[in-house]
């Protein structure tokens, strides 16, 4: 009976404490969000007493404004704004879908049938990137792109300008004259020989699913294969000078400047850039 008494006694108090919630102005904030017919119902142990969650206050006090006539105000300027950025952003997205390449000219002449052709390349994808930090943009690019051809497995032939002078010649000598200005920014993709293009169109093709396409046929490499030569760093020390750029002519009987490597002392790979 007493356990009764005691029972009866927590609900008449948890009664009053909900019914001082209901006239508090904070309570009746928060019922606006609920309509009459779906009013709050409270159980036997309610899930909250006053004051009332954060929420509930914050959700109030929104649907307030917007029933007031200053919310009304604020609503209609808030629609216009909205249908303001979904005409700029619809009229953003055509643009961009006409930048995109349409999946049935993957395969025509302007894109594919380039002039722009890089000799003895016709088994694999060539990128010329640069594995230099200094400018983040460039650098992130690069590094998308050997991730994104790199998920394919197919042979890659990736030549790093900042570690051979020769690559960024030899890049500039391909491409360099379709730009006016003569800047080649980089990373650079070739496929099968063709001169293909930029990050920005590497992503676009990958995306609407046209860059596999453009892959095919070219030889896989095994999975987790890493070159046994190089490790595929690409690029070995110099055997003839030791990496020194210098040797000594025995013949002439003076140091002379190594021919055999580049401007880092380093030779290309023979197994993994032949």
Do not use: W
């Not at 390349?121 to 690069?142: A, K, L, M, Q, W």
Request: glycine fraction near 6%.
């Amino acid at each position: 009976m007493d356990h009764h008494h005691h029972h009866h006694r927590e609900n008449e108090f948890e009664y009053q404490e909900i019914q001082k919630a209901k006239t508090s102005s904070k309570f009746n904030r928060s019922r606006t969000i609920h309509s009459p017919r779906n009013s709050i119902e409270f159980p036997e142990k309610p899930l909250y007493v006053y004051p009332s969650p954060h929420s509930i206050e914050r959700n109030g006090s929104i649907k307030k404004l917007h029933c007031s006539p200053l919310g009304s105000m604020v609503g209609t300027s808030f629609k216009g704004k909205v249908k303001k950025l979904y005409s700029i952003f619809d009229s953003r997205k055509e643009n961009h879908r006409s930048s995109i390449p349409k999946p049935q000219t993957k395969h025509s002449k302007p894109l594919i049938s380039n002039t722009l052709l890089l000799p003895g390349t016709e088994d694999r994808v060539v990128i010329y990137f640069t594995s230099i930090r200094g400018i983040r943009r460039t650098f992130e690019d690069c590094y998308t792109m050997k991730m994104i051809l790199g998920s394919y497995r197919v042979k890659v032939d990736e030549r790093d300008v900042s570690m051979h002078i020769a690559y960024r010649k030899e890049l500039q000598n391909v491409i360099g004259e379709k730009n006016n200005n003569n800047i080649v920014t980089l990373p650079q993709v070739f496929i099968k020989g063709k001169y293909i293009g930029g990050a920005e169109l590497i992503k676009q093709l990958n995306e609407i699913g046209e860059l596999p396409k453009l892959l095919r046929g070219i030889p896989l490499r095994p999975i987790g294969y890493i070159c046994e030569v190089c490790g595929d760093v690409r690029f070995l020390p110099c055997s003839n000078c030791d990496g020194s750029r210098k040797f000594f002519d025995e013949d002439e009987g003076q140091v002379r400047r190594c021919l055999i490597c580049n401007e880092n002392g380093l030779i290309r790979c023979t197994l993994c850039c032949s």
